[in-house]
């Protein structure tokens, strides 16, 4: 990478180091940063036996969890500070104790201060491969102020 590239992923990597180092919630999840970029972010949590529903599978809070700080780190990848405005899920398939959820988010358009993006959370199967377990799909609104530590890109 050079030039605007490279400075623009500076950005997205110092925008989400300053807005997970007090993520106290995430932490407690243990979920790991895999990947940033602009626009664009890869987390991971695992499934714990104290994340599941009466049901046994995963609650889905949890799957909304690391969905949602996939979004956030994607949309504050800019070096703004960005919020969500609001998202919707949809459960597609289980996940249970011992599962590695991997939620992948995208940013599909924007405009102004608004912004919309993808997340696809997945986890593996060693008979199917990549299984989506959700689909989320997040509004942001930037608060026009850059994140601090930052610089806008």
């Given at each position: 990478?050079t030039?605007?590239?490279?400075?623009?992923?500076a950005v997205?990597?110092?925008?989400?180091?300053?807005?997970?180092?007090?993520?106290r919630?995430?932490a407690a999840?243990g979920m790991?940063l895999?990947?940033?970029?602009?626009?664009?972010a890869?987390?991971?949590?695992?499934v714990?036996?104290?994340?599941?529903?009466?049901?046994?599978?995963?609650?889905?809070a949890?799957?909304?969890?690391v969905a949602?700080?996939?979004?956030?780190?994607?949309c504050?990848?800019?070096?703004?500070?960005?919020?969500?405005?609001?998202?919707?899920?949809?459960?597609?398939?289980?996940?249970r104790?011992?599962?590695?959820?991997?939620?992948?988010?995208?940013?599909?358009?924007s405009?102004?201060?608004?912004g919309?993006?993808?997340?696809?959370?997945?986890?593996a199967?060693?008979?199917?491969?990549?299984v989506?377990?959700?689909?989320?799909?997040?509004r942001?609104?930037s608060?026009?102020?850059?994140?601090?530590?930052?610089?806008?890109?």
């Open positions: 990478m030039g605007e590239g490279a400075e623009a992923q997205a990597e110092r925008s989400a180091e300053v807005m997970l180092a007090n993520d919630a995430t999840l790991s895999v990947e940033v970029a602009p626009g664009r890869v987390v991971a949590m695992p714990r036996e104290d994340m599941v529903n009466g049901w046994g599978t995963c609650h889905g949890m799957v909304a969890a949602d700080t996939a979004f956030a780190v994607a504050n990848s800019y070096g703004e500070v960005t919020v969500a405005g609001g998202f919707d899920i949809t459960f597609l398939a289980p996940s104790p011992g599962d590695r959820l991997v939620a992948t988010a995208t940013r599909r358009s405009a102004g201060r608004s919309v993006y993808d997340v696809s959370v997945t986890r199967d060693p008979d199917l491969g990549a989506v377990v959700a689909e989320f799909r997040g942001s609104r608060l026009g102020r850059p994140v601090e530590g930052g610089a806008r890109a």
